[in-house]
């Protein structure tokens, strides 16, 4: 991968993104972008397509039609290595509950290629963050659902990426872990990375944020939180929200 | 991509194993138990009855234990291979997969970590075995142990690369005690590791013939060979045609556009 990073319009840019599995149609036509220094919440109900969205772009799921650009570089013409300046945290929860913490996140930074002091300065600074430091060295299984998620998160920022996806990271955890979950993705959006997040919680939302409403495979609007809502003639995200996707109609039915 | 870096990712793999083998206690005794039962109890029970002839690589009249420890460093190496491909089935059902198909390195690159890791694993097994077997006076010259070092690699690489293959076959864990039933147990019991081929065929020209082509006859031959100071051409040549194959079947089987995901489709 060479050549400059179109960093500063556009972190990541998908562009009429398509997928189907088998004959039903998953995703058609997505589109949008993630800027650096925000976050860009992917809002929509379950089945809208945003894991599938999520694997495209990690490669886990072959990209057919449409392409995704990655800090300026193609996923269809740069393959894994534009994998590079990503940090991903999955729906499905990916750690290796036999190894310890410290040894989970080392496991990832040396697939990363970070040198060890490196690594390990970064994954003792990530745990404090997160207050986990003194979980290093025991086993994944021995954690709790939240602290699991933190542990995540912290792996996936270990090698520093300009740009972090995350899939629904908040799913399943109560409410002080998730406001803590959520305001740490905002810090980290606040000191340049670009973030796009996954969610169907609307109160996770804050009002600066970007927004993309995704549902039954389309985007139904994107933009700023009051551009969206103004378009949709709402007055808060939930009602946005209920208007432009199933979750309305099915309401209203 | 510096050398470096595809050398750091290997290292993440191989201490992952390593770790994972290591904390898996039982698998380990297992690994050793196993073999150990064949050679001092069935060995034991078939000496009398079995007669072997001398067949290269042996210059004399060998004991049946003697005869078998190929085959039963074969069949460290042949489960081991299958608890890899376990082991990738396990890891994409609890998720932790993604993180290594994910690295932004070539996925065959990926998946050839795998496989090496898994043989140097099933190395450290096969020499505790050996080591074992020496203590029931079952020796090999020193240079024997040493030249067999590199065969034991390529064999573990060969069976390491079937079982990950099988790995992208296989969609459910609960879907390995099939590979144990279809694969394990076939490829021990018609090859070489029990007995010789010629023995097999006094009793069937079919199943002797099936025994000389199996992949793990020529590995076992392969092991038997070099802990002799000999080497076995054709059985090199056979076990690194079958990695070859399989270890491009396994980039194909997990090959985004093709295999695991595109079976698996998740819900999106």
């Given amino acids: 991968m060479s050549g400059p990073a179109d960093m500063t319009d556009a972190a990541l840019r998908l562009a009429n993104i398509s997928h189907d599995y088998g004959r039903r149609r998953a995703l058609d036509g997505v589109g949008f972008s993630v800027p650096p220094g925000r976050v860009t919440v992917l809002l929509g109900p379950n089945g809208a397509g945003k894991t599938t969205l999520f694997g495209l772009i990690s490669r886990l799921l072959p990209l057919r039609q449409g392409d995704i650009t990655i800090a300026g570089h193609s996923l269809k013409a740069a393959g894994a290595a534009a994998l590079e300046p990503l940090g991903i945290v999955f729906q499905q929860p990916t750690l290796d509950l036999d190894l310890t913490v410290r040894q989970n996140l080392t496991y990832f930074a040396d697939l990363r290629g970070l040198s060890r002091p490196v690594a390990n300065e970064r994954i003792v600074g990530g745990l404090q963050r997160f207050g986990l430091a003194e979980r290093a060295n025991d086993a994944v299984r021995e954690l709790n659902g939240g602290h699991r998620r933190r542990v995540e998160i912290v792996r996936a920022t270990l090698h520093e990426p300009a740009i972090l996806i995350l899939d629904e990271p908040t799913v399943g955890l109560d409410i002080p872990t998730r406001q803590a979950i959520v305001a740490d993705l905002h810090a980290r959006a606040a000191s340049g990375t670009a973030v796009l997040w996954a969610t169907h919680l609307i109160d996770e939302v804050w009002a600066d944020d970007r927004l993309v409403v995704l549902d039954r495979g389309g985007v139904k609007a994107q933009g700023d939180v009051a551009g969206v809502l103004e378009s949709s003639g709402a007055d808060s995200v939930a009602e946005a929200f209920a208007r432009l996707t199933m979750a309305g109609e099915s309401e209203a039915a | ?268």
């Fill in chain 2, 1 to 268: 991509m510096t050398a470096a870096r595809y050398w750091s990712a290997f290292r993440a793999v191989l201490r992952r194993e390593t770790l994972r083998f290591i904390k898996q206690r039982g698998r380990f005794f297992a690994a050793l138990v196993r073999p150990l039962i064949w050679l001092v109890v069935f060995a034991a029970g078939f000496r009398a009855a079995l007669g072997l002839s001398i067949i290269p690589p042996y210059q004399t009249y060998i004991t049946y234990e003697v005869y078998i420890v190929p085959g039963l460093i074969g069949m460290i190496q042949l489960f081991n291979g299958m608890q890899s491909s376990l082991s990738m089935v396990y890891d994409r059902e609890m998720g932790s997969m993604r993180v290594l198909l994910t690295t932004p390195l070539p996925r065959s690159y990926l998946l050839a970590c795998k496989i090496a890791a898994g043989a140097v694993v099933s190395l450290f097994q096969v020499y505790a075995f050996l080591a074992i077997a020496a203590l029931f006076g079952i020796t090999f010259s020193a240079a024997g142990y040493i030249a067999a070092l590199p065969v034991l690699v390529l064999t573990g690489l060969m069976l390491g690369a079937i079982g990950l293959f099988l790995s992208s076959q296989i969609r459910q864990l609960e879907n390995f005690a099939g590979v144990m039933n279809f694969v394990i147990f076939p490829a021990f019991f018609l090859s070489s590791a029990l007995y010789p081929i010629w023995k097999m065929r006094e009793s069937s020209d079919v199943l002797a013939t099936i025994c000389a082509v199996n992949p793990f006859t020529h590995a076992v031959e392969a092991i038997r060979f070099a802990l002799y100071l000999e080497m076995a051409p054709l059985s090199l040549a056979l076990v690194a045609g079958v990695l070859v194959t399989a270890g491009g079947l396994t980039v194909i089987g997990y090959d985004p556009g093709r295999g695991l995901r595109t079976r698996q489709a998740p819900e999106p």
